[in-house]
């Protein structure tokens, strides 16, 4: 009815403008949310070490809430040690990448437990003139924390991943 009356009137004003308001009945009223700590507005601080063998990638605590995902992105591309020939047809460039998010997972009676996602890519080992190309791997995890504990996560190419909720 409310549609009918609109388009009538859109059809006898073409510069009519009309704007729209919701009845009072059709706003929805909200509360404070509550945070996976339990507390309006507080954050979780999770640490986050990243590392491939001895080579550590990421170090430091990432924040997060029950309505607001944590994440942190580094990129890298860049020209090759050694130059190759001007004829050739390889793209002369490297790229390396890391990649992590967090999520907040409210299980309801089963608890609370975080999404931990990290990809890692890499130049592969033998780029060359004649060849090129990454190598990547990524790990994604739901894991159960509770203040103070501590989660390993291993995946491929010796990336490993430790999450603590402090």
Not at 38 to 52: K, S
Not at 90 to 110: E, V
Not at 114 to 134: F, I, K, M, Y
Request: net charge neutral; aromatic share 4%.
């Amino acid at each position: 009815m409310i549609l009918a009356m609109f388009l009538a009137m859109a059809s006898q004003d073409a510069d009519a403008r009309v704007i729209l308001e919701p009845a009072p009945s059709d706003r929805i009223a909200t509360s404070a949310t509550l945070s996976a700590g339990g507390q309006p507005g507080q954050a979780i601080p999770i640490e986050v070490h990243v590392t491939a063998g001895n080579k550590q990638l990421f170090s430091d605590t990432l924040l997060v809430g029950r309505s607001a995902g944590a994440s942190y992105s580094q990129s890298r591309s860049e020209a090759l040690k050694t130059p190759c020939p001007e004829n050739s047809a390889y793209n002369q460039s490297q790229q390396t990448s890391l990649n992590i998010q967090l999520y907040w997972n409210d299980l309801g009676n089963a608890g609370q437990a975080t999404n931990v996602s990290v990809q890692w890519q890499r130049p592969q080992a033998a780029a060359d003139c004649t060849s090129g190309g990454t190598r990547g791997v990524q790990v994604s995890q739901m894991v159960r924390l509770s203040p103070g504990e501590s989660v390993t996560i291993h995946g491929d190419a010796d990336l490993t991943v430790r999450v603590t909720r402090r």
